[in-house]
């Protein structure tokens, strides 16, 4: 507990600091001591939950709504903080230039201004607000994305074929039933021929599903639902007791997925076939670039898969595209990603600005990019995790018709 007294201190002089542009703006006492009790019990449920469970395998969705409201009433404070900062330089010189630019008076510091005070105010309502929206409505806003893709050498027979796209559950942070129920039925609305699953079914561990295991069972398509492991299905972002008990737990995954009538594809590929001709759906591990797991081998997954053949490829972590897929001379048609959430945070508007901070981490982060005729979809998530909800970048099940490009004449 004591490694969090700096950060608390710090957090405190924060609250004091930010409190300036509260008092500046009124002097009512009722609303002044409104936001000390709101900012008080923050504080107090972040430190009750600090001195509570460590490293819990399963994450209690309290936790996360202790987390996001922190987080919404925090970054609106950092906003007051860099405007009352500004304001101090202002003044600070002022006050010197009274004092050593020729007048006789003495050094002071003019008081804070009013409209400055309540500019900021303005300002830090827009990640409040919307940090709580996020949290309410945002993060079971679910959208349908739908992309055509043409391809020269797709096979006549699967000219029209649909795969559905969904990724990144994280089934120990949902908490409202109702919700999900509507995105599973959602994703069944789209009637389409494949629907595919990328990895991260849970935070830590198995046993998050058991809950959700008959909702997600009603998928279905007519060439059935197909999964991969993402990063956070291998538990290894918590303590066990043992290897074993880890491998265990992943088993238990493995299995899980079977009982639910999902094809989990562990390094290999299969065949999806229509009036005699056939495309190789290839599922691989996950491999992510710098610290995360690499237990993906695209040789092992594509074994007996010809140059020829036409590929669509599931591997979870989009980096592995970029490292190791997009320019492989056997040529991935189309690869379908999720892992980053897009962050949970975003400003998206259709034609316009497509922005979010996660960008700056990775090159492929949402929608569908295309080099050399390649194709990757970054599905945006069906879930969340960390913080409780989603602002710009809403929960995502993608669409995706292949299509034979017609031959020109």
């Known amino acids: ?31 002044q001591g409104l936001y000390v009790a709101v900012s008080v019990s923050v504080l107090a449920a972040v430190i009750y939950q600090l001195a509570g469970q460590s490293s819990p395998r399963q994450i209690d969705p309290s936790r996360l ?17 860099i405007f009352m900062f500004g304001e101090d330089i202002v003044r600070l010189f002022v006050g010197l230039f009274a004092k050593f630019g020729g007048s006789n008076e003495s050094f002071y510091i003019p008081s804070r201004r009013k409209f400055v005070s309540t500019i900021a105010l303005g300002i830090a309502a827009i990640p409040l607000s919307s940090l709580l929206y996020g949290m309410y409505k945002g993060k079971y806003n ?88 993402g990063n956070h299905d291998y538990g290894d972002y918590v303590p066990w007791e043992s290897e074993e008990a880890q491998a265990e737990n ?26 005699g001709q056939s495309i190789k ?50 040529n991935f048609h189309l690869t379908l990603s999720g892992h980053t959430h897009g962050m949970q945070f975003g400003i998206e508007i259709p034609g316009w600005i497509k922005w979010s901070p996660v960008k700056y981490r990775y090159e492929n982060w949402a929608g569908i990019y295309e080099e050399f005729g390649r194709y990757i979809n970054v599905n945006r ?12 970048i809403w929960p995502e099940v993608t669409v995706i018709k292949l299509k034979k490009k017609p031959t020109t004449a």
């Open 1 to 31: 507990m004591a490694r969090w007294i700096i950060p608390v201190l710090i957090l405190f002089a924060i609250e004091i600091y930010a409190f300036q542009a509260i008092r500046t703006v009124t002097k009512n006492g009722w609303i």
């Open 65 to 81: 709504y202790v987390f996001g409201f922190f987080l919404a009433f925090f970054v609106p404070k950092l906003i007051l903080i």
């Open 142 to 229: 679910y959208r349908v994305l739908s992309y055509s893709l043409e391809f020269d050498d797709l096979p006549e027979a699967f000219d029209g074929y649909t795969i559905t796209q969904i990724s990144d559950v994280h089934s120990g942070s949902f908490d409202n039933e109702e919700k999900v129920s509507y995105g599973i039925d959602l994703i069944n609305k789209q009637k389409s021929d494949l629907i595919v699953f990328t990895g991260d079914l849970v935070n830590n561990v198995a046993d998050e599903m058991t809950r959700w295991k008959p909702l997600f069972s009603t998928l279905s398509a007519a060439d059935g639902v197909y999964s991969v492991l």
């Open 250 to 275: 992943l088993q238990q995954l493995k299995n899980l997925q079977g009982e639910m009538g999902w094809k989990l594809l562990l390094n290999e590929n299969t065949v999806l076939e229509r009036n």
């Open 281 to 330: 759906l290839i599922g691989v591990e996950n491999w992510g670039a710098g610290g995360f797991k690499k237990a993906g081998d695209l040789e092992k997954a594509c074994v007996g898969v010809e140059k020829e053949d036409f590929k669509v490829l599931l591997s979870h972590d989009p980096s592995h595209w970029k490292e190791q897929v997009k320019d492989d001379i056997r």
């Open 381 to 392: 998530g069906f879930g969340f995790i960390g913080y409780p909800g989603r602002v710009g």
